[in-house]
């Protein structure tokens, strides 16, 4: 049961350029959702989805496009990267609804020169 | 906008200890949930809470509901060195859609 998976683990790339970070989950869960962890800022919650073709901005989303196409993957792409998203990203989903138990990948480390 | 509150933001005990944890808000939360973060990793779920008073085991953690339900604790007894790492609450944000709000996460370290 691979749960959920991000790719890469680790990216370094430079300003201006377009970078996405994959994410795919395997429990069929409606809901996914990308945030990005910085130190002295928790966790911030960047776009979510309630399902495919369904999302919807969160905390920080400027800079940032999402898309879900299927119900397990949810790329997060930078269209121009900066050096202010230089961060942690996680994905996580839950099931449907009424259901607040969110379950975490593993992350991407992003580095933006 | 709601706000989660854990303070402070680092610990540090001697293996063998026990330790407490608490999360407060001004606002009513109908679900508290507690994560922990090892270092390089995701968070990971330790404890969901669904009612108010709620006590909940999972083995050396036990967490609980506050009965304002504006808090909730959490309690880990004999730690051992693989506790290190940020424990986080977490509630329902205002406006459901699964969406959480998150404190900002206490740092445990365990001194052997």
């Known amino acids: 049961d691979a749960g959920i998976t991000q790719s890469p683990r680790y990216k370094i790339t430079e300003t201006g350029r377009q970078v996405t970070l994959m994410c795919h989950q395997t429990?069929?869960?409606?809901?996914m959702f990308w945030y990005r962890q910085d130190l002295g800022h928790g966790l911030r919650l960047i776009y979510y989805?309630?399902?495919?073709?369904?999302?919807d901005k969160g905390e920080v989303p400027d800079g940032y496009v999402v898309s879900r196409s299927k119900t397990e993957n949810f790329p997060l792409t930078l269209e121009s990267a900066t050096r202010s998203q230089t961060s942690v990203y996680f994905c996580?989903?839950?099931?449907?609804?009424?259901?607040?138990?969110?379950?975490f990948g593993p992350g991407t480390r992003l580095t933006v020169t | 906008g709601q706000q989660l509150n854990q303070s402070p933001q680092s610990m540090f005990i001697q293996e063998g200890e026990d330790v407490s944890m608490n999360c407060t808000s001004s606002?009513?939360?109908?679900?508290w949930l507690w994560y922990k973060q090892d270092p390089g990793e995701g968070p990971v779920l330790l404890i969901a809470?669904?009612?108010?008073?709620e006590l909940t085991s999972n083995g050396r953690l036990t967490a609980q509901f506050g009965i304002t339900r504006k808090d909730s604790f959490l309690n880990i007894s004999a730690s051992i060195p693989s506790d290190v790492g940020i424990y986080f609450c977490?509630?329902?944000?205002?406006?459901?859609?699964?969406?959480?709000?998150f404190g900002k996460g206490i740092t445990l370290s365990v001194r052997p």
């Open positions: 996580a989903s839950s099931k449907s609804g009424g259901s607040y138990e969110q379950y």
């Open positions: 606002s009513i939360f109908n679900t």
């Open positions: 977490a509630g329902p944000h205002t406006g459901a859609n699964s969406k959480l709000t």
């Open positions: 809470l669904y009612k108010a008073g």
């Open positions: 429990w069929s869960h409606s809901y």
């Open positions: 989805s309630a399902a495919a073709d369904i999302t």
